[in-house]
Each structure stands twice: as C-alpha cells, then as structure tokens.
DNA sequence: AATTTTAGTCAGGGGGACCTGATTAAAATG
DNA sequence: CATTTTAATCAGGTCCCCCTGACTAAAATT
C-alpha cells in the first residue's frame, strides 16, 4: 500500500503538468504566431490523422468503427482535413461506395513532426531521470488502458492498438 | 547532455499518457453515465474555477486579467457558471461598476474535489517511484513555466501563481 | 460641470467536437 | 429482379472556447 501523501504530491504534480503543458501550448501558439500549428489533439480531426499514420488507406467507416464515432462526424472532420490538405479522399475502385483516405506528404509529416518532437522540458533530466519516467509512465498507461479496457470491454483493446502502435513506431 | 533516445522515450510515453488519459476520461464520461461531471478543464470555465478556488471574491476584469481573456470571454464564462450554481456574481458596494465574483459552496467543492482526487492508476506504483515522479514533473513544470514566462513577459509569472499556488493549497 | 476612463453588457461570429435524421448510390442477397 | 444492407452525403443542431464591435452606467479627472 503506497504512502497516500506521496500519490497526493504525485497526482498534484500531474494534475500541474498537464496544466501547465496546456497553457504553454495556447501561449506559444498565441504569440509566437504560429498560427496554423493545430496542436494534434487526441480529438476529432487529430484522431484521424494519428489513426492514418498508423495504417494509412482506412475508408471512412472503417476510420468511424475504430474511434468510435459516428460516420457522420468522421466525414467532417476528414473534410476539414482535406481542406487542410493534409488528407485525400477517393473513391475505391472495388467497391465504389466506399472512400479511401489517405495522408498526404504534409499530412504524414505534420502526424509525425508533432508527435516525434523532444520537448525542450526534457533536457532538465537527466539520463536516470529519463529511465524513471519511462518506467513510470509505462506503469500508468497500462493502468489507464486497463481502465479503458473495464469500461468498454465491447472494444477491448482497439483503442491501445491504434494508439500503442503507432508510439512504438516513433519513438522505439 | 542527456542522452536523445532516452529522451525520446520519455516524450513518447509522455504524449501517450495524454492520449490515454484523455480517452480514460472522456470513455468514463460517456459510459458511466456520469454527465453532468465536467472534467474541470484547464480553459474556460474551469479555468475561471480554478482561479477562484485560490482567490475568491475577484472581480470580473480582475480575473479576464489574470487568465489572459477578454472581458467577454470572462463575463460568458461567468454567467455559465452561474447557471450551474457554481459562482455568485453580484455588484460591489464600494465601487458599483464592479461585478464580484464569488464560489457557491458547490463550486468549491467541484473545484477541490475534482482536483484533489487520487488518480486510481497511481495505485500502481511504489513510494520510491512516486517520490522519483514527483521529483521529475517538479523540474519539467518549472521548465514550462518559464517557457510561458519567456514568451509573454509582459505578465510573468502571473500565472504560475494562479497555478502553483493553488495546487501547493491542494496537495502539499 | 464636462469629459474621459473603467467595468460590464448585448449582439454577432469563427472554429471545434460531436450527434440525430433523412436521403442517395452502390453492393449484396433472397 | 426486387429488396435489403452498406457507405456516404446533406441538413441541422448542441455545446464549448474565445474574439471583435457597439453601447451603457458609474467612477475618476480636468
């Protein structure tokens, strides 16, 4: 049984963190006027274009069962994409009712700059620091897929494959 | 220097705590049917909770000026709240132009409580690993706070304050 | 007393994440 | 061949964050 202070100071400093990371995200963005870096969130249209970077070529239903969202609201946020030219749509040539999406250059390289990005917080560590928050961070993840898993066990496990993978590549 | 594939192990466990930990939230929100739990985000009107929780009573200008928004922006957030019986505005004596702004006992506690929460996945961890984590998001949230400091020194460390402050009230 | 500054309000807008309902075109199936 | 299922689309809506512009009421200044 962990010591309850420590997972208190622990938790605080996570709650902070992602505070903080929040708010210097918005305020570089505000000032720096970088205006078109769209920050890749793990919603709507960012969710789309990390799930393509890990398999490419996805028709829209496909792209709508693995996030769980409705049909509806992944062709609008695939349209948004489009006009950002970061995806492209076509018509499947064996089955003409479906829509291929596909990453463009940008897209891929907007998906992979974003994510495979150092930031500049980490230099602060050092190496052995840098080993401990991995591990750590590996015991959390799990945790909180296992949370995801108990929850919605219907889909057990799809969210951590398109997730998981997709990490695995970029940074292993 | 600190080794670069440490570092991008780091960062990759560190995007992927965000990704997982938002879809925890947002998949228990949807099928735990707790709806009306806002996650008391970082923006809007969590954020103006947030803030009163570490300093009640502020006026409406004071706080757009605290957190970086437009009196509008504020006064909408306000009167959100206000519906949810969450905050109180009403008109100051002494100067009758102003709107002061003050926490419903409900809205301390959804301020407090939802913060102070243990996150269940920290359960996972040993005391040695809590205090090596508390250590390591201690220096990386002092490296984000002056990145924000840089980029805007106009209003240093003025939210770091709203920040720190509070979340020293909360955990320490 | 007249003017300017300050705190708020209303109106309107842009962009984002989602959703339901109704409809079409193409494929599958009886 | 007729019907049903499937992949998409359009239309319209809800809620969120956040901004500009125009306008009042009260306080501060001249």
């Given at each position: 049984m962990p010591n309850i202070n420590k997972q208190k100071s622990a938790a605080g400093k996570l709650i902070e963190f992602g505070m903080v990371s929040h708010t210097a995200d918005e305020v570089a963005r505000r000032y720096h006027a970088?205006?078109?870096?769209?920050?890749?969130?793990?919603?709507g249209q960012g969710k789309i274009l990390l799930t393509l970077a890990q398999a490419?070529?996805?028709?829209q239903k496909e792209l709508a069962t693995r996030l769980n969202l409705t049909v509806q609201s992944t062709a609008e946020f695939v349209n948004k994409l489009v006009k950002k030219q970061l995806v492209t749509k076509e018509k499947s040539t064996s089955d003409r009712r479906k829509t291929i999406i596909r990453l463009t250059d940008l897209g891929r390289e907007t998906a992979a700059t974003e994510t495979a990005q150092v930031p500049a917080?980490?230099?602060?560590?050092?190496d052995t620091e840098l080993d401990q928050l991995t591990t750590i961070l590996t015991k959390i993840n799990h945790n909180l897929y296992d949370e995801i898993d108990t929850i919605?066990?219907?889909?057990?496990?799809k969210f951590q494959q398109v997730v998981a993978d997709r990490l695995r590549d970029w940074f292993l």
């Open positions: 970088e205006q078109d870096k769209h920050p890749l969130r793990f919603q490419d070529g996805l028709s917080y980490l230099d602060s560590l050092t919605t066990p219907d889909q057990s496990g």
